[in-house]
């Protein structure tokens, strides 16, 4: 499948042709959005010819002082959809050849696809050695070289692949993980794209698990899943993306942190959009996208006006264009047949990118089977360019009757089988030669980017303790660049010191300020509580996470101070944040402290977020410790209107339909008759009636009947210690302490209608495990619970009784026994439980 951006609004005739594959033409279409029936072809425009390298070339513009040259093509390659160098200069290319072979999505059954290594073996510049590295693939999506071979994503797998023999074809095929996307799913949104990046982490468009290689295993750990189809990294190490009608994005701030908090699901400080101006200026007109038939998707003379299939973006790092190049973002438009530029800049850690153009593209091509999908760096300095040259690049989940119907009138399914890699440099007499890469550390130095980032990829993959004295080293070098690299290889080496992160703590860079504060640990915590003297907004955000990291006294005090000074800035607020789950009202209550007449503006917008965290949170207590704050300011004044604006905030989960839930109490709180009086004016009085209607206690007037909690006995107790460190140890991890799962990997449990319904329903999942989708808290997930059948009864009965009573919860607890029956009951089944199977429990027999 072609990358996942094609699927979006407006698909020109050639995604058309890929998205035919799957469905009979009379199904073919996006159940729920194909458009009208009726169509009328606006623009009538004649079949295009497929053309030869040689003739597409001349179909492209490139801006002014460039050009583009053929790397590779059919028949070499076939369908490619994605692309990466080793650190020899050979290319590794997925061909998706099984996509979308016509309207009805044939072929994608097939194992057809295939991963070939290319070589120049004449140092032309042109490929021309093949070889098959891993073939008969169903599907195959991704790849990244690495450790002497490559990562391959062949769903629902993720293998390493290696040749150790020397004849370019893949004899080690080792599974890494088998969630990478799903066999048969929608290959338009799934996992893909791997990227090696600085923090010396694999991270993934579409993917939510980060992989470190240590000592020649894959470990892996949790972030947060971002973009669509592409992913790349700047100079600093954030990750960039998008998604098909969104040009760029990008996380300001790392993911990791933010996987603590899951409340924050709207930050801004990740998944960060970037350009406000994305007009797009085809160089033809372009009727063939999905949603042509809206007016708002063509302009009168028919050319696409906004992205519809954005992909495979890049942040250009290499050393072959001129200096105003570098840094600037390169995203393709596959479906207007372009690539467009962006220039970048940064103000205090915010990232901002400007459409260049006014009325044109850096590239554009008048063939419409010029469909590039990634745009990468390449060893010797230029921007790559993946083409999948096709007419069909929409996938048949997503085709529109409009768009069926001009793939069909301009005959474009076909051909499906050509492909193409381009390169584009600039107007010089000499062609950047390629370089190639070993473990030597000056090659951190580097004016190129992509090999920077391989050279401090192999010394860390290597595990060489021989390097690390150059490397500490070269913390002293003229270039930041240079520093910031050797600073990630230590730390990938576990070689780096304290003495060497005091040094770059106080480095001149703030790049490489923020990074020895991201590299610290705990031992550390004197240090970074000492920097008071730092300005910088971006340091300052990331001393934010790391301090509330720690959970001391002193580091809360530290930022709480922090936060008066700068608690308007966004990034170092929602970095503060990040490590205040469940201390929420403990953390107001330091910056009450902290209030004076001068720093009013910034403590308030910092009480206005704990407040609506907590009210996020739905638990009483914490809720009303903040009142009780709020009670104590000066009558009406902002410290008091910000703590119970942020209360007043939707207290549900902001993707959820269902109402806040009622907070119980077990008397009328004092405070509340305090803050009535305090919030007299009408905008007060409204949010004072919003946090009052939250909160429920025996005897008031209009309230239901207070939920009944049944005592615990002593071994029911027994049991929810045992469950406690049962959860603890080995459901926290995906589920969080705090229980409030984790996007894109694990549910909530807290005020789950699963926790807190059938205690057996819970039960034969934990035995049996559950397979998305499902709903839970009126928000949708497509994951898995595997089955861990390993547990006792006495397990099983405890941490479920844990996970009904913790959190607030009071759900009766579950015996052992009743674990004993249900496992005797299901112990002849051997496939997971789908949610439909379980609503249906009792309705009619189950089946084992």
Same mark, same amino acid.
């Given at each position: 499948m072609p990358p996942p951006r094609f699927h979006s609004h407006v698909l020109r005739s050639s995604l058309f042709i890929l998205a035919s594959s799957f469905l009979p033409s009379a199904q073919a279409v996006h159940q729920k959005n194909a458009g009208p029936e009726k169509v009328e072809l606006k623009f009538n425009l004649p079949p295009p010819v497929p053309l030869?390298?040689?003739?597409?070339?001349?179909?492209?513009?490139?801006?002014?002082?460039?050009?583009?040259?053929?790397?590779?093509?059919?028949?070499?390659?076939?369908?490619?959809?994605?692309?990466?160098?080793?650190?020899?200069?050979?290319?590794?290319?997925?061909?998706?050849?099984?996509?979308?072979?016509?309207?009805?999505?044939?072929?994608?059954?097939?194992?057809?696809?295939?991963?070939?290594?290319?070589?120049?073996?004449?140092?032309?510049?042109?490929?021309?050695?093949?070889?098959? *590295?891993?073939? +008969?693939?169903? $599907?195959? %999506? @991704?790849? !990244?070289?690495?450790?002497?071979?490559?990562?391959?994503?062949?769903?629902?797998?993720?293998?390493?692949?290696?040749?150790?023999?020397?004849?370019?074809?893949?004899?080690?095929?080792?599974?890494?993980?088998?969630?990478?996307?799903?066999?048969?799913?929608?290959?338009?949104?799934?996992?893909?794209?791997?990227?090696?990046?600085?923090?010396?982490?694999?991270?993934?468009?579409?993917?939510?698990?980060?992989?470190?290689?240590?000592?020649?295993?894959?470990?892996?750990?949790?972030?947060?899943?971002?973009?669509?189809?592409?992913?790349?990294?700047?100079?600093?190490?954030?990750?960039? *993306?998008?998604? +098909?009608?969104? $040009?760029? %994005? @990008?996380? !300001?701030?790392?993911?990791?942190?933010?996987?603590?908090?899951?409340?924050?699901?709207?930050?801004?400080?990740?998944?960060?959009?970037?350009?406000?101006?994305?007009?797009?200026?085809?160089?033809h007109p372009t009727p063939g996208v999905n949603r042509g038939y809206d007016p708002k998707s063509l302009r009168a003379d028919g050319t696409l006006a906004r992205p519809t299939g954005t992909c495979g973006a890049l942040i250009y790092r290499g050393d072959a264009f001129p200096t105003a190049y570098r840094g600037n973002a390169f995203v393709p438009e596959p479906c207007a047949n372009l690539?467009?530029?962006?220039?970048?800049?940064?103000?205090?850690?915010?990232?901002?990118?400007?459409?260049?153009?006014?009325?044109?593209?850096?590239?554009?091509?008048?063939?419409?089977?010029?469909?590039?999908?990634?745009?990468?760096?390449g060893p010797d300095g230029a921007l790559y360019l993946v083409d999948m040259y096709r007419g069909i690049i929409q996938h048949q989940s997503f085709l529109t009757h409009y768009l069926i119907a001009n793939i069909e009138a301009r005959k474009l399914e076909t051909p499906f089988n050509q492909g193409r890699i381009w390169r584009i440099v600039p107007d010089s007499k000499e062609r950047p030669q390629p370089v190639k890469v070993s473990k030597d550390v000056n090659l951190l130095t580097h004016a190129n980017g992509w090999v920077r980032d391989t050279a401090q990829r192999l010394i860390v993959e290597s595990g060489d303790a021989a390097t690390v004295p150059a490397l500490k080293e070269m913390i002293t070098n003229k270039s930041a660049l240079a520093r910031l690299h050797a600073l990630w290889t230590l730390d990938g080496l576990a070689a780096v010191t304290p003495d060497l992160l005091r040094l770059a703590l106080t480095d001149k860079d703030a790049q490489v300020r923020a990074a020895a504060v991201r590299i610290s640990t705990r031992d550390l915590a004197l240090d970074l509580i000492a920097l008071a003297a730092e300005k910088d907004a971006l340091v300052l955000a990331h001393l934010a996470i790391k301090l509330t990291s720690f959970n001391l006294p002193d580091a809360d005090t530290a930022v709480a101070k922090l936060l008066a000074s700068n608690g308007k800035n966004t990034l170092i607020l929602e970095g503060a944040l990040t490590g205040m789950r469940g201390r929420e009202a403990a953390f107001a209550k330091l910056m009450a402290g902290q209030l004076t007449k001068d720093n009013s503006v910034q403590i308030m917008p910092v009480m206005e977020a704990l407040g609506s965290l907590l009210a996020q949170a739905n638990k009483a207590g914490p809720f009303e410790e903040m009142l009780e704050l709020a009670a104590a300011q000066p009558q009406g004044?902002?410290?008091?209107?910000?703590?119970?604006?942020?209360?007043?905030?939707?207290?549900?989960?902001?993707?959820?339909?269902?109402?806040?839930?009622?907070?119980?109490?077990?008397?009328?709180?004092?405070?509340?008759?305090?803050?009535?009086?305090?919030?007299?004016?009408?905008?007060?009085?409204?949010?004072?009636?919003?946090?009052?209607?939250?909160?429920?206690?025996?005897?008031?007037?209009?309230?239901?009947?207070?939920?009944?909690?049944?005592?615990?006995?002593?071994?029911?107790?027994?049991?929810?210690?045992?469950?406690?460190?049962?959860?603890?140890?080995?459901?926290?991890?995906?589920?969080?302490?705090?229980?409030?799962?984790?996007?894109g990997l694990a549910p909530p449990l807290v005020d789950s209608e699963w926790v807190l319904g059938k205690p057996e329903i819970l039960t034969r999942i934990v035995l049996n495990g559950l397979a998305g989708p499902l709903k839970v808290s009126g928000r949708s997930f497509n994951l898995a619970m595997p089955p861990l059948p390993q547990l006792t009864d006495e397990d099983i009965a405890g941490v479920l009784t844990y996970i009904r009573r913790e959190w607030e919860h009071t759900g009766s607890p579950v015996e052992i026994k009743a674990v004993t029956t249900l496992r005797e009951q299901n112990k002849g089944r051997m496939a997971m439980w789908t949610e439909e199977e379980l609503k249906n429990l009792g309705k009619k027999p189950v089946t084992k």
């Open positions: 030869s390298p040689e003739e597409a070339m001349k179909t492209f513009k490139v801006e002014k002082g460039f050009h583009i040259e053929l790397v590779a093509s059919e028949p070499m390659i076939e369908s490619p959809v994605a692309m990466s160098f080793d650190d020899q200069g050979r290319l590794y290319v997925v061909e998706m050849r099984g996509y979308m072979h016509d309207l009805e999505g044939a072929g994608e059954k097939e194992p057809t696809g295939r991963v070939s290594l290319l070589e120049d073996t004449d140092g032309d510049g042109r490929m021309d050695k093949a070889t098959p *590295f891993l073939d +008969n693939l169903v $599907m195959p %999506r @991704a790849v !990244l070289a690495v450790n002497g071979g490559a990562l391959i994503a062949v769903p629902p797998n993720l293998y390493f692949c290696k040749d150790t023999d020397g004849d370019g074809k893949a004899d080690v095929k080792d599974v890494v993980a088998t969630d990478f996307g799903t066999q048969g799913g929608q290959p338009e949104h799934m996992a893909n794209t791997p990227v090696w990046a600085m923090d010396n982490a694999i991270w993934s468009a579409g993917y939510s698990t980060r992989f470190k290689l240590r000592s020649g295993v894959w470990q892996k750990d949790t972030g947060l899943g971002r973009g669509q189809w592409g992913l790349c990294q700047d100079d600093f190490g954030r990750l960039y *993306f998008n998604y +098909n009608s969104d $040009m760029l %994005r @990008a996380d !300001l701030l790392p993911t990791e942190a933010f996987t603590r908090n899951p409340l924050l699901r709207n930050a801004t400080s990740i998944n960060a959009k970037l350009a406000a101006d994305q007009t797009l200026y085809p160089s690539v467009k530029r962006f220039t970048m800049s940064e103000k205090d850690g915010i990232v901002k990118a400007t459409n260049t153009a006014k009325t044109t593209e850096f590239l554009t091509s008048t063939d419409e089977r010029f469909r590039p999908v990634q745009a990468a760096n004044g902002a410290m008091q209107v910000a703590a119970i604006k942020g209360l007043a905030s939707n207290g549900g989960d902001p993707k959820s339909k269902t109402p806040a839930k009622l907070l119980w109490l077990e008397a009328e709180p004092a405070s509340l008759k305090t803050l009535k009086s305090a919030m007299s004016d009408k905008a007060g009085t409204k949010l004072f009636a919003s946090v009052a209607a939250r909160l429920a206690w025996p005897g008031k007037p209009g309230a239901p009947a207070p939920p009944k909690i049944v005592p615990l006995n002593e071994s029911q107790t027994a049991l929810f210690e045992k469950g406690k460190t049962v959860y603890a140890t080995l459901c926290a991890a995906c589920h969080q302490p705090h229980g409030f799962g984790l996007d």
